[in-house]
């Protein structure tokens, strides 16, 4: 029996982080050699409930949010932020798609508009979701020899840069938002993740967070 007191082992999750800053190093300098643009991909979803954060308010009188909210209706997302060849510019792209949820034809359509947007090798980091597995999915990779996927390790959120990217957007740009619709709150949306777009510093600050070997 191990004596009460001696040192736990390191954590998966921690070993996880070790070996894929090892993989991402090797990734890294691929990326370079092959002068691919690096595209981390993610999910999420936004609801009409609001995301309820401090404000500012008259002493003495409670701000009250009022919402229509209802569990079954939300705004599904896929999102990523791309970084050049030369790692000097980086982008974010966001889609929405209200009432429905992500699948394959969405993942497909989405990775289509990522070759068109950007010339070159592509590498596409994203997590184990079961729909980046799909059969349609793999089989689109397949014939593109402009895409090279790479899969983050399991329950490693923290490790892709679009995470903090909807953490950011839900927490900030849409905290305390009612919307009246999913409708609303889809073109609202749009409009608040597509300032990401001309806010370097914050997509830089976003692939920081991560820890990820990857020199801004």
Known sequence: ???????????????????????????????????????????????????????WGLRGETTVLVHNARRDRRVSAIGVITISPTRRRLRSYVHLHPNISIKQPEIIKFLRQQLRHHRGQLIVIWDRLNVHRGAAVKAFIRKRARIRVEEL??????????????????????ANYCPDSVEELAETAHEKFTEYQHQQNLLKSFVRQTKLPIRL
């Open 153 to 174: 390790p399991t329950y490693a959120p923290d490790l892709n840069p679009v995470e903090a990217m909807w953490g950011h957007g839900k927490g900030c740009k849409l």
């Open 1 to 55: 029996m191990p004596q009460a007191g001696a040192a736990r082992p390191a954590t998966r999750r921690g070993r996880h982080r070790t070996l894929d800053s090892v993989r991402l190093e090797t990734d890294k300098k691929n990326a370079r050699q092959l002068k691919a643009t690096l595209v981390f991909l993610d999910e999420t979803g936004l609801l009409l409930t609001p995301l309820v954060r401090r404000t």
